[in-house]
């Protein structure tokens, strides 16, 4: 009886592995559960943020819609603070995947790892896409490439590299596709894009506002004149055989008749332009970089653009160094980077010489718009 005991007691411990091992692979299934349930949550916000019925033209408002619609929910946002960087770091690069405008070549914009990979981005802290709260409109050659870079160095702004083109060339597409092309961001982190020729155009002040009115309006300016001279240089870099700058300048040249059809020119008449965005934005909404103190003094203008965008001042003088060689200030750090870095070499081109006479008869052409310009703007740019 006794003997029959044991046996019976004893069987199941015979037969039965230790029972430390069902825990274990439990514990293992229940992380292989897990990890998968976190891959299929980032690749879901990855890809909902960009579904959201907002495909095909825009309505006024869609902007603000798709806006919320591409926002994530609170766990999303948890998960999101858990791995979020420390602000020391600076941004993840963020390269974007908008198709490379003509006038900023590749090697203007840092090469990072892809950011809409739902996988890297769940490596790398992840966030979700949304549209920019603040965008750089102008003006070509103002100094507008210099701005972003040095913008990307502060931990809460995230921009798209290149150039979307979104409201002038490729409004059609949609605010889902535009807001694809953003950088993921966190709570608190601010999208930005840039492309110049926003300011120019006639349909961008209405169509930024219909996405929404509160969005932040950055306008680095330049003498117009010196703007004007920049941008002929850059397409004399594209397309050698084209008419000298004071050929093109003039309607009549005897009679001094300035060609105001001729791009170059018309992008400096500030003024007209600004008329055009204050039908949408108060002027308070908008700031106004100055392109000469980005050079002189870029910790400056980046303390005005920083308060303008409600951020704590983390791009100060410690982030600039000057470059003699390039005759331009550069970051001692990229961001993403730990090395020195300087824009690419069709930024700070040499101009060619303009005959002098011509030149004084610009700055006459402009001086009525600059005035009115610094009225506009309460800030006299000192281009008189
Ligand atoms: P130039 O090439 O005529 O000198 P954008 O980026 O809007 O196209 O503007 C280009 C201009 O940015 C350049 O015009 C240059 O003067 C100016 N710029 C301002 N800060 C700069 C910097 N740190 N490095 C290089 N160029 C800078």
Redesign the pocket.
């Known amino acids: 009886m006794g003997q029959r005991l044991i046996c019976c007691l004893d069987a199941p411990s015979a037969l039965q592995p230790p029972p430390l091992l069902p825990v274990r692979r439990k514990l293992l299934l229940l992380c292989i559960m897990l990890f998968l349930w976190l891959y299929m949550f980032y690749s879901c916000a990855g890809s909902c943020a960009s579904v959201p019925g907002l495909a095909g033209r825009p309505a006024a408002g869609a902007g603000e819609a798709a806006a919320t619609a591409g926002a994530h929910g609170e766990g999303l946002q948890v998960l999101s603070k858990l791995l979020r960087r420390a602000p020391s770091g600076g941004a993840m690069g963020l390269a974007g995947s908008a198709a490379a405008s003509p006038?900023e070549p590749r090697e203007e914009q840092s090469a990072a790892p892809d950011p809409t990979s739902p996988i890297s981005s769940f490596f790398n802290g992840s966030g979700t896409k949304k549209l920019p709260q603040a965008i750089i409109i102008g003006?070509?050659?103002?100094?507008?490439?210099?701005l972003l870079e040095f913008l990307r160095v502060h931990p809460d702004i995230r921009a798209v590299g290149a150039e979307p083109h979104f409201f002038d060339r490729n409004y059609e597409q949609g605010f889902a596709w535009y807001r694809d092309l953003m950088p993921r961001t966190l709570d608190g982190q601010i999208t930005m894009e840039k492309t110049?020729s926003y300011f120019v155009t006639k349909e961008a002040p209405a169509r930024i506002s219909a996405m929404s009115k509160g969005t932040k309006l950055i306008v680095?300016v330049r003498d117009p004149v010196?703007r004007a001279?920049?941008d002929y240089?850059?397409t004399l870099s594209k397309k050698p055989d084209i008419p000298t700058f004071e050929s093109l300048t003039f309607k009549n040249r005897t009679t001094g008749l300035i060609d105001t059809s001729w791009s170059a020119i018309q992008i400096g008449i500030y003024a007209k332009h600004l008329e055009n965005w204050l039908l949408y934005f108060p002027i308070g909404q908008i700031l106004f970089v100055s392109?000469e103190r980005?050079?002189s003094d870029?910790a400056g203008e980046l303390g005005r653009v920083q308060d303008f965008l409600g951020l704590k001042r983390i791009i100060t003088d410690k982030h600039f160094y000057f470059n003699k060689t390039?005759g331009?200030?550069?970051l001692k750090k990229a961001e993403g980077s730990s090395k020195p870095h300087?824009?690419g070499k069709?930024?700070?081109?040499t101009?060619p010489n303009i005959d002098r006479e011509v030149v004084q008869r610009l700055r006459e052409f402009y001086r009525p718009f600059n005035m009115k310009f610094y009225q506009m703007t309460g800030h006299d740019f000192g281009w008189d």
Do not use: D, M
């Open positions: 006038s003006v070509k050659k103002g100094g507008t490439r210099a110049p680095v010196t001279i920049s240089t850059q392109g980005l050079i870029p390039k331009f200030p550069c300087c824009l069709t930024k700070g081109r101009h």
